[in-house]
């Protein structure tokens, strides 16, 4: 093991709330440069009217738990998501989340890679 990586470790399920949440709620579980891992809960939140994600990076997402529905841009129908359902939006994807369930809570773990120079 590398003298400076540090031991870590928890439970995703760990500290999800049984309320709704008023935001969205991002967990960042680990981070280096060019790499992201967090936990996003939802529990009913959806994209603004409008609004799209454009990132810079690709991600790679799996739902945990609950159910929701994305936009991709370009396509004609929202792509449902069930537990274990994951997805590839490489960077520059535009994309929206048109709904999540509210309970039990939308549980999202989400990788975010620098593309490839």
């Known amino acids: ?13 760990a500290g999800v709330p049984d309320e709704v949440l008023e935001d969205e709620r991002f967990d960042v579980l680990f981070s280096q440069p060019g790499t992201r891992i967090e936990r996003i809960i939802s529990t009913g939140q959806r994209t603004a009217d ?7 990076d690709d991600e790679w997402v799996v739902l945990l738990t609950g159910a929701a529905r994305l936009r991709i841009e370009g396509e004609a129908q929202d792509r449902s998501l069930q537990p274990g359902d994951w997805l590839l939006l490489p960077a520059h994807c535009r994309h929206r989340v048109t709904w999540t369930q509210e309970n039990p809570a939308t549980l999202w773990l989400a990788i975010h ?4 120079t």
């Not at 409008?50 to 810079?56: A, E, K, V």
């Not at 890679?113 to 490839?116: G, Q, R, S």
């Open 1 to 13: 093991m590398n003298s400076k990586a540090r031991l870590d470790g928890g439970n995703l399920f």
């Open 50 to 56: 409008g609004d799209w994600y454009d990132q810079s």
């Open 113 to 116: 890679v620098a593309p490839a």
